[in-house]
């Protein structure tokens, strides 16, 4: 499956973007996705996770209540709502893909996005 992610910008602290992840393939629903961030000189983390059937959604202490993670397997995307953003939020995020049950770390996921940048400003 190929990534492709979009959405990413420049906002102002308690603003709002919406991020996609758009897939190639017709079986992205055999795929659990997730979305993790790397800011600069930091490792790359964890956000946020969904089920293949876009039930059950995981989601990191720093992002939980402000940030929603759900898919549209029909047009084979998924996408992360971030709400209430904060200066620390600023990365790059990417959308991952894996067959089998979700995880939350990055050596877990086979397929990456190109990623789409975040800023937060004060």
């Known amino acids: 499956v190929q990534l492709q992610a979009s959405g990413g910008g420049l906002v102002q602290a308690g603003g709002s973007l919406r991020l996609s992840c758009g897939a190639s393939?017709?079986?992205?629903?055999?795929?659990?996705t997730a979305w993790f961030r790397q800011a600069p000189g930091k490792e790359r983390e964890f956000v946020a996770a969904?089920?293949?059937?876009?039930?059950?959604?995981h989601y990191s202490d720093s992002v939980k209540g402000r940030f929603t993670i759900y898919r549209d397997n029909a047009k084979i995307t998924v996408y992360l709502q971030m709400n209430s953003l904060k200066p620390e939020d600023t990365a790059v995020y990417y959308c991952?893909?894996?067959?089998?049950?979700?995880?939350?770390?990055?050596?877990?996921?086979?397929?990456w996005g190109q990623g789409t940048l975040v800023t937060v400003s004060s």
């Open positions: 393939g017709r079986t992205f629903d055999t795929y659990s």
């Open positions: 969904i089920t293949r059937g876009g039930v059950i959604s």
């Open positions: 991952a893909a894996r067959l089998g049950v979700v995880r939350s770390k990055p050596e877990d996921y086979d397929y």
